[in-house]
């Protein structure tokens, strides 16, 4: 069997587990689309400040002034990425250490380069569904228009999920056990989420100086801009790209560096 | 493929070489020295047994020679071939069954054995795997709702989906009911009349004696003793063994002084050792003597306070051979 062929059949092993797995189903699908539906719902038709500061009669200055859900179904879109890609990828990948099926897997002559590709490209095919998903309901309950830039978004969450995959494999030789992965993956995503104002423009520069250190602000800038809720020609926004792909490179080097196959030895 | 490993091929013509040839053997964590020097051969169709306590080494010896672990020194040809030079190679070819189950998740029995078998160049077909190891009624079940017995079938079972030639079994009956214990050992059986190599490590003495050829007593990462279970017993464990509980007024000295003991061992029960059981058991229980005497209880209902209680005579086990080998039992 070819590498690749071996990569596609583990690919589908890791869909149909997820798809059977409903804790990370719902994690990576119902989160999001709960959010969506419980905010999208209060602020229907209300109108939030993007990219810019509220002035003190409450005028949007620097930004553009859109409907609420223009600007919160690609957030919430972003974040499904986000749960499925780092937070689900995480778990599960602990869980498998721990219970020693990742070493179980060493034992076999499937090349490790094809078992990361498996989970990966599983996490990525959820991403592109749970973004479709969003979309569709964002849609059809809120009328939010369907993405501005098709290709810049599919290019935005395929190279976000790629980047937010390879962080959260990074993470995992710092995770000590299965039972603390959901809270380390929650921990580390829930406040940077907060203050890279994926609910609502806090108009705060201190968190938003601090959410621009981290990837997840700049997934949402550019899922923003490819959605078509910041005014952009293209769609395109290379600096955000730019920043995660830099996460992305030194997720990769922690990962080979780190990265272990078995729980430490008690 | 197409690639040159020159000698092992051309050596293995031969038909002498061992499965497994193993030389001075070294792994480290830390201060731990976990494998301390070990040196052992495996040859074709030998069910090879590693014995020893938790901690002895067993385990991490098992996976440097699976090719998951790296030695701080020695080397280990298995096949004819370099495991850590070759690890894939030799991954093709072997079958692990690791001491946790590890099975994949949120996966029907079926699906678990197609996984693997997609995993090898050359594998049985499933079916047939699946109905060797009496797993067909299960086959559509998840993994996470099996027995402990039928996890740990399926596992030797995804052990054996590439038809190895030499297959490793870390504690394959750890943790089973003594029902699934022996279900286990007619597996073994089976894959040895198959002809493949089999290397098991336990710490179930019964197990070793029953299922291996050659038993390697492991302790602190070196190698006590390696030989068939009978020589090791007749060299180790000679005579017959009489087990009791220790009474009041009858130590370990009066014991070793009386007449045909060869050896006391104290370990919560006392072990007396001798080639002359019915001596030692006649004066142990004599009317007379000071012990029986002493003991309230005497001439009673035998339960009382001072008698010789729980009495047991055996021959030589296993287990007696590691106590006289390391003054320790097996699970302690």
Redesign the interface.
Known sequence: ?SDLA?GL?QVR?EQ???W??RAAALFGFGFPIMFLLIFGTIFNKQSTCVDGTIGASGQCVGGAEVPYNNFFVPAMAAWGVITTCFSNLTIGVV??RD???L?????????SAAFVSGVLGSALISAVIVVALTAVVGHLLYQAPWPAHPLPALVTVLLAGLVFCVIGLAITPFIPNADAAPAVVNFTSLPILFISGFFFNFNNAVFEDIAKVFPIYWFKESMLTAFGTEPSSSGWNGQDLLVMLVWGVVGLAVTLRFFRWESR?V | MIHAEPMPAAVRLRGEMADIDVTGLVKR?GDVVAVDGLSFSVQKGEVFGMLGPNGAGKTTTLEII???RVPDAGTVQVLGTDVIAHP?TV??R?G?Q??????????KVR?AVE??A????RSRPVNEVIEEFNLEEKADTYTDKLSGGQMQRLSIALALINDPDLVFLDEPTTGLDPQARLNIWTVIEGIRKRGKTVVLTTHYMEEAERLCDRVAVIERGRIVALDTPRRLIVEHAPGTTIEFALVSGLDVETLEKLPGVDRVVADGRVSVTTRTPEAVLHALLDPQAPWAAAAPGAGGDGEGEGTIRDLLVRHGTLEDVFLSLTGRSLRE
């Open positions: 069997m071996i059949r092993a149909r587990a997820f059977r797995n869980n498998r219970n020693g099926l070493k179980r897997l060493r034992g076999t002559p499937l090349p030895r | 964590y699976e090719g998951l894939s991954k093709e072997i692990v690791l001491q946790a189950t590890a099975l994949p998740e949120f996966t699906e996984l693997f997609a995993l090898y160049r």
